[in-house]
C-alpha cells in the first residue's frame, strides 16, 4: 500500500492537472498549433495599425483621436481578456496601448501646433489616470506606478507656476512630507491591498527626491550644490532603508 500511495504521488506530481493545462492555453498556443484564426486575427490587426499610422497625417482631427482611443482600447481590451491565460502576453500588450497612447497624443499635438506646453499637460494628466486605472484593473504595478507618476508630473508643474519663488529648502520641505504620506499610506494598506502597498512604496521613495528634480528639471536653475546634495541624500536613504529592511521589505511584500 506504501508503494502504491507513492506511486501516485509521483504520478500526480508529474502529471499537471488539467485546469493547469487550460489556463496555459492563449495565443501562443494557437500560433504554435497553427490554427488559422489567429493568424487572420493578427494580420488584421496589424494591417490596421499599419494602415491608420501611413493615412493619421490626412485624417482630421476627430477621426485622429478616435483612430488613437480605439486601438488602444483594443489593446487594452484584448490585455484584460488575455491576463488570466496569457500573462506575459497581457503585460505586452499593456505596454503597447499605453505607448500607443502617449506617442499618437504627441503626434497629434505636434501636427495641429497647439499650445504646446498646456496640452503636453493635459495629456500627461490623461495617461496618468488611463495608467492608474487599468494598472489597478489589470493588476500591473509597473502600470499603476507610471500612472501615478505622470499625475505627479502634472502635480508638479501646477505648483511650480502658482508657487514660483520657492526656495530648495521649502520644495524640501513639501515634498518629503507628500513622501512620508505615500509611505504610510503603503503601510496602511499593505495587509488588505498589497500590490498598492508596493506601488505607493515607490512612489513614496520617489518623490523623497523631487525637490531636486523640481529644482533642477521643472524650475530650470543651476545645478551647483544641488547635485551633491542629491547624492549624500541618496546615501542616507538607502540607509534608512537597509537599517529598516525586515520592516519595510515585510509589509511589502506581504
Known amino acids: 500500500q506504501y508503494c502504491d500511495f507513492l506511486s501516485n504521488l509521483y504520478r500526480e506530481d508529474g502529471d499537471p492537472p488539467q485546469s ?6 492563449g495565443l501562443l498556443t494557437y500560433l504554435r498549433n497553427g490554427h488559422g484564426v489567429a493568424w487572420i486575427l493578427g494580420f488584421v490587426i496589424i494591417s490596421c495599425i499599419c494602415l491608420i499610422g501611413f493615412y493619421f497625417t490626412a485624417f482630421p482631427l ?4 478616435f483612430s488613437a482611443s480605439a486601438v488602444t482600447t483594443i489593446c487594452y481590451g484584448v490585455a484584460a481578456f488575455w491576463r488570466s491565460s496569457e500573462k506575459s502576453m497581457s503585460a505586452m500588450l499593456s505596454t503597447l496601448g499605453s505607448a500607443i497612447m502617449l506617442g499618437s497624443g504627441v503626434w497629434i499635438i505636434q501636427l495641429h501646433q497647439g499650445e504646446a506646453k498646456v496640452w503636453f499637460l493635459l495629456l500627461v494628466g490623461l495617461c496618468g489616470v488611463v495608467w492608474c486605472l487599468v494598472g489597478l484593473t489589470l493588476r ?3 502600470l499603476h506606478y507610471c500612472g501615478l507618476a505622470g499625475l505627479l ?10 508657487w514660483p519663488t520657492a526656495t530648495l529648502v521649502m520644495l524640501e520641505a513639501f515634498w518629503i512630507l507628500h513622501a512620508v ?13 498589497p500590490r498598492l502597498a508596493l506601488v505607493y512604496f515607490a512612489i513614496g521613495i520617489t518623490l523623497a527626491f523631487m525637490a531636486e528634480a523640481d ?20 546615501a542616507f536613504v538607502i540607509g534608512i532603508l537597509f537599517w529598516t529592511r525586515k520592516k519595510w521589505i515585510t509589509w511589502v511584500t506581504s
Open 20 to 25: 493547469q493545462n487550460r489556463n496555459n492555453t
Open 62 to 65: 476627430a477621426m485622429q483621436i
Open 140 to 142: 500591473i504595478s509597473l
Open 153 to 162: 508630473l502634472v502635480y508638479a508643474v501646477l505648483i511650480g507656476r502658482y
Open 181 to 193: 504620506l505615500l509611505i504610510w499610506l503603503s503601510w496602511g494598506v499593505h495587509r488588505r491591498f
Open 215 to 234: 529644482t533642477i528639471i521643472l524650475r530650470h536653475q543651476v545645478a551647483g550644490d544641488v547635485v551633491f546634495y542629491s547624492i549624500l541624500k541618496l
